[in-house]
Nanobody, 124 residues
């Protein structure tokens, strides 16, 4: 069982930066691939980024490549999402998720555990 708690969301102007954190409980955090997803009101939840258990494989949605960076610290049971050059279209609730099977999945149904989400709002 893994519990995930996101933090770091907030209101930022376009062009600004935010760093999201996701703290995980449990001693098996290092076995899980960790992903970030986002969902804006009225839209489906979409993939943002994923990092495999060791941190040597990452994948990004095309919409965030070159602006967002996912990383993890297994000693701290934490995964991060550094978001730079933010745009109004990045506005959404951001969720972290854990998968204990796949190497670095990008689809929602692969993930076993989800956090409660943190709101990111980018003003123009």
């Amino acid at each position: 069982q893994v519990q995930l708690v996101e933090s770091g969301g907030g209101l930022v102007q376009a062009g600004g930066s935010l760093r999201l954190s996701c703290a995980a409980s449990g001693r098996t955090f290092s076995r899980y691939a960790m992903g970030w997803f986002r969902q804006d009101s009225g839209k489906e939840r979409e993939f943002v980024a994923v990092i495999n258990w060791s941190g040597d494989t990452t994948r990004y949605a095309d919409s965030v490549k070159g602006r967002f960076t996912i990383s993890r610290d297994n000693a701290k049971n934490t995964v991060y999402l550094q978001m730079n050059s933010l745009k109004p279209e990045d506005t959404a609730v951001y969720y972290c998720a854990a998968d204990n099977v796949g190497p670095a999945p990008t689809v929602i149904y692969e993930y076993d555990y989800w956090g409660q989400g943190t709101q990111v709002t980018v003003s123009s």
